[in-house]
């Protein structure tokens, strides 16, 4: 299974960011995607999350301007950002929960994260 994470950068505060999750291995559209993300000197934590079903969740600081559209033709999900904030600044990482092709179980897999810097 690989999970390709791709679009951050640098930022202005009060712009927007486009992430891209790239899939492969994996059952796609039965597996539940989301975004996290680690800031310098913090843990890791949940930015958004969207079910196999289109069901979406949104930590509080992001409710609004963050969105999470999946493709499941593509087997890609996106993360869109908009009205950034300095401290939306962190590596994000993409996540999968579920099932590898020629496996029955559930694992969670990783990418390996994208930086976005947003300046003040």
């Known amino acids: 299974v690989q999970l390709q994470a791709s679009g951050g950068g640098l930022v202005q505060a009060g712009g927007s960011l486009r992430l891209s999750c790239v899939t492969s291995?994996?059952?796609?559209?039965?597996?539940?995607m989301a975004w996290y993300r680690q800031a310098p000197g913090k843990q890791r934590e949940l930015v958004a999350k969207i079910t196999s079903g289109g069901m979406e969740t949104y930590a509080d600081f992001v409710k609004g301007r963050f969105f999470i559209p999946r493709d499941n033709i593509k087997r890609t999900m996106n993360l869109q950002m908009n009205s950034l904030k300095p401290e939306d600044t962190a590596i994000y990482y993409c996540n999968a929960h579920g099932t590898r092709w020629g496996r029955s179980n559930e694992s969670d897999y990783w990418g390996q994260g994208t930086l976005v810097t947003v300046s003040s």
């Open positions: 291995g994996i059952r796609f559209s039965g597996a539940d």
